[in-house]
């Protein structure tokens, strides 16, 4: 299945390869991606005869995070504007954390914002060394919102404070001793690594792995409604704030914003 910025491909074991398909802007989210996304997991779970999900990227990046030009639309529209487009992009995560199915992250090249967001929905991530990470919207005036509970489920709070603040750029073996990444491997080795992966669960109960998946999740940090409502509410709050129109005109004019500063050394 061809959709306009994602495909879904199927093979004869059961294995569906979702892959985000809009290279030219390095995968980021657009209002289609997130809308297409959220029916991707819907089609996929209903699928009885699909095994295990890999979720992977073409051209040179994962996914470098919201697109900035449906950002400065959200900046740009009416509070309830902001709310809409705030909940369509958490009830895609949501949609593709629920998924009762094994979902395999196979990352390359960048992964900042939405696109950790991504990997922290999947059960296994197995990354490129060359791969970088980043929190990266605390640079733009904004903050990691409908991601937040996500992230913090997979390396607690602890670990997500200073990534969450400071915005850093950060390589995968740093990715991996935060606890974002299951595996790091030589670029070379990724498909292997991929493969070796999706083997065991070709020889278990499909349905055992669905509700041992949702065991899990139940009896981890709870990512209930009343959580996903306040992400939404934060999200659209920053949106409104002179941070983020700053961050992203600056983005978009390719200038500093105005809290850029010089590093001095100590």
């Known amino acids: 299945m061809t959709f306009g910025t994602i495909r879904i491909e199927i093979d004869g074991r059961g294995v569906a390869?979702?892959?985000?398909?809009?290279?030219?802007k390095h995968n980021a989210m657009s209002g289609t991606m997130i809308g297409e996304l959220t029916t991707a997991a819907g089609l996929?779970?209903?699928?009885?005869?699909?095994?295990?999900?890999?979720?992977?990227?073409?051209?040179?990046?994962?996914?470098?995070?919201?697109?900035?030009?449906w950002m400065k639309a959200q900046i740009e529209a009416d509070r309830a504007g902001r709310m809409k487009?705030?909940?369509?992009?958490?009830?895609?995560?949501?949609?593709?954390?629920?998924?009762?199915?094994?979902?395999?992250?196979r990352v390359h090249g960048n992964a900042f914002g939405g696109g950790i967001g991504l990997l922290c929905i999947a059960d296994v991530a197995i990354a490129a060394d060359t791969a970088k990470f980043g929190l990266t919207e605390t640079r733009l005036g904004l903050i990691p919102a409908t991601i937040s509970p996500y992230v913090v489920a997979r390396i607690g709070e602890g670990q997500a404070r200073p990534l969450f603040m400071s915005g850093r750029i950060f390589d995968a073996q740093?990715?991996?001793?935060?606890?974002l990444l299951t595996r790091v491997v030589p670029s070379g080795d990724l498909d292997a690594a991929?493969?070796?992966?999706?083997?065991?669960?070709?020889?278990?109960?499909?349905?055992?792995?669905?509700?041992?998946?949702?065991?899990?999740?139940?009896?981890?940090?709870?990512?209930?409604?009343?959580?996903?409502?306040?992400?939404?509410?934060?999200?659209?709050d920053v949106w409104e704030t002179d941070e983020a129109r700053e961050g992203i005109?600056?983005?978009?004019?390719?200038?500093?914003?105005?809290?850029?500063?010089?590093?001095?050394?100590?």
Not at 17 to 24: F, G, H, M
Not at 46 to 66: K, N, P
Not at 174 to 179: C, L, P, R
């Open 249 to 266: 005109s600056a983005f978009l004019d390719k200038r500093e914003p105005w809290w850029r500063k010089p590093v001095e050394p100590l």
């Open 44 to 69: 996929l779970g209903a699928d009885t005869a699909v095994r295990a999900v890999v979720l992977a990227a073409e051209g040179i990046s994962f996914c470098a995070g919201g697109d900035l030009g």
């Open 174 to 179: 740093a990715a991996q001793a935060a606890g």
């Open 17 to 24: 390869r979702l892959t985000l398909a809009r290279s030219e």
């Open 85 to 105: 487009e705030a909940k369509r992009l958490a009830l895609m995560f949501k949609a593709l954390n629920d998924l009762e199915k094994p979902v395999i992250a």
């Open 194 to 236: 991929i493969e070796a992966e999706i083997a065991p669960y070709l020889q278990v109960a499909p349905g055992a792995v669905g509700q041992s998946k949702a065991l899990a999740r139940s009896l981890g940090m709870p990512i209930t409604p009343a959580v996903i409502e306040a992400t939404i509410e934060r999200l659209a």
